[in-house]
């Protein structure tokens, strides 16, 4: 089952703030994070890993909450650059078990940054 | 350089056609998956190879079907095309399972089928 995203959109302007978030109704291992311009592929932003471990991108921020198995996504003092739609990805397979490695997308949120 | 690379960029066929895409990585990575993009921007997965050994295969009609020659590259044959097989199809790949490492994603084949 895909995990949830919330906004579906968000508008802003240069300089403000969001948050994105990410809910799942299974245990999660890993949360994903990748953002997709138009006509192009999505690109990484971050992982965070069950336990704590984070690796990503330095301008942006990302939580993890195990227990409550969701995720959110900061973007501080957002750039027109950060105009997209973001998908966090979700990994509910244990490392080494059968459905190791199958990611499973949420169905994307469309920032819009303007001027 | 071009980390993944998929041909064609865009494909125009009929229903009832072949048609192949073509997908290689040159990052070393072990693992490489087949994703379908459809209109309202969902990504799912369809097919995931480690070292060319099959690991995932999503309830996907048997007529797309994933060859991975080498760990460098994973092909998709789709026979019989459909209206519904009309997407983006995205290749990917990471350094191990997904659990803990980035997907790094071609930039897409789309697929119209008419």
């Known amino acids: 089952q895909q995990p949830v995203q919330s906004p579906q959109a968000v508008i802003l302007r240069e300089g403000e703030d969001a948050v994105i978030n990410c809910s799942s109704s299974?245990?999660?291992?890993?949360v994903h994070w990748y953002r997709q311009k138009h006509g192009e592929a999505p690109v990484f932003l971050m992982i965070?890993?069950?336990?704590?471990e984070q690796k990503g991108h330095d301008k942006i921020s990302a939580s993890f909450n195990e227990k409550k198995q969701q995720s959110s996504l900061y973007l501080t003092a957002s750039q027109l650059s950060y105009s997209g739609t973001y998908f966090c990805?979700?990994?509910?397979?244990?490392?080494?078990?059968?459905?190791?490695?199958?990611?499973?997308f949420g169905q994307g949120t469309i920032l819009t940054v303007h001027p | 350089d071009t980390a993944v690379s998929q041909t064609p960029k865009y494909l125009v066929t009929q229903m009832g056609n072949d048609k192949s895409i073509k997908c290689e990585q040159n990052?070393?990575?072990?693992?490489m998956y087949w994703y379908k993009q459809d209109s309202k921007k969902f990504l799912k997965i369809m097919f995931s190879?480690?070292?060319?050994?099959?690991?995932i295969n999503e309830t996907v009609p048997n007529r797309f079907s994933p060859k991975s020659p080498d760990k460098a590259h994973l092909n998709l044959h789709i026979n019989s095309l459909e209206l519904g097989d009309s997407a983006v199809y995205f290749c990917?790949?990471?350094?191990?399972?997904?659990?803990?490492?980035?997907?790094?994603f071609g930039n897409g084949t789309r697929l119209t089928v008419t």
């Open positions: 990917a790949s990471s350094q191990a399972s997904s659990y803990n490492s980035p997907l790094h």
């Open positions: 299974k245990a999660l291992y890993s």
């Open positions: 965070l890993l069950k336990g704590g």
């Open positions: 990805g979700t990994d509910s397979s244990r490392a080494g078990g059968t459905s190791y490695g199958k990611l499973t």
């Open positions: 990052l070393g990575h072990d693992t």
């Open positions: 190879y480690n070292n060319k050994e099959l690991i």
